[in-house]
């Protein structure tokens, strides 16, 4: 089966400008979230979908971060206007069900740089 | 507040060699998974722990779980290079990682 899609793989971008992330989950997984992994640190949980609908995003910045995931399957997660801090890498996993018996399936990520 | 804690955070070994790695959490939970990082690349799903005493192995490592003391181990038997990568666990409540374990092993 193909894997979890993101694009781009890499974007740099000045300081309060915009940017977009793309993700197209595994078919037919219900379950999607995008963590966001600073250089030297694990993966931390930004927001989690079931279907289209939000689940948890207790921990995305909603001044500036917003997510969407339109007919429950591809989503987009941007930043407006980013900051310095936000450089990382982005990540999309999909699961067919939350806490899936198999694991989290993880895309390779956008590495983003913010000058 | 989750708090996943993972240590060592570093780890040098020598090739052949044996060590464990440790992961302690701080509320009830009923699943943890560990994943396998390597250099630029994205994480890959190396065990799925579902239940108390649950135990796992894939070639030269082994994974378990006991969720009475919140604390699941990643042993590593007759280390060969090929493992050098970060290792790490994550709990399924809250979905959160611990900062990973960056094992280098060494000839």
């Known amino acids: 089966e193909a894997g979890v899609a993101q694009s781009p793989r890499y974007k740099i971008i000045e300081k309060r400008q915009s940017v977009a992330f793309w993700c197209n989950p595994i078919?037919?997984?219900?379950?999607l979230y995008w963590y966001q992994q600073i250089l030297g640190q694990g993966p931390k949980l930004l927001i989690q979908?079931?279907?289209?609908?939000?689940?948890?995003d207790s921990q995305l910045p909603k001044d500036r971060f917003s997510a969407e995931r339109l007919k429950g399957v591809d989503s987009t997660l941007k930043i407006q206007p980013a900051k310095l801090e936000d450089s990382a890498v982005y990540l999309c996993?999909?699961?067919?069900?939350?806490?899936?018996?198999?694991?989290?399936?993880f895309g390779s990520g956008t590495r983003l740089t913010v000058v | 507040e989750l708090k996943v804690e993972q240590n060592p955070l570093f780890l040098s070994m020598q090739e052949g060699k044996n060590y464990t790695i440790y992961c302690n959490y701080s509320t009830t939970s009923d699943r943890l998974y560990w994943y396998r990082q390597d250099p630029g690349k994205s994480l890959e799903s190396l065990f799925v722990l579902l239940s108390n005493g649950a135990v796992k192995q894939e070639g030269r490592l082994m994974a378990s779980l006991d969720t009475k003391a919140r604390l699941s181990t990643l042993h590593i038997t007759a280390a060969v290079h090929d493992l050098s990568a970060t290792y790490f666990c994550?709990?399924?409540?809250?979905?959160?990682f611990g900062a990973g374990t960056r094992l280098t092993v060494k000839p």
């Open positions: 994550a709990v399924d409540y809250d979905m959160r």
């Open positions: 078919s037919g997984h219900a379950t």
């Open positions: 979908f079931q279907n289209n609908g939000v689940v948890d």
């Open positions: 996993a999909s699961s067919s069900s939350k806490g899936g018996r198999i694991g989290y399936t």
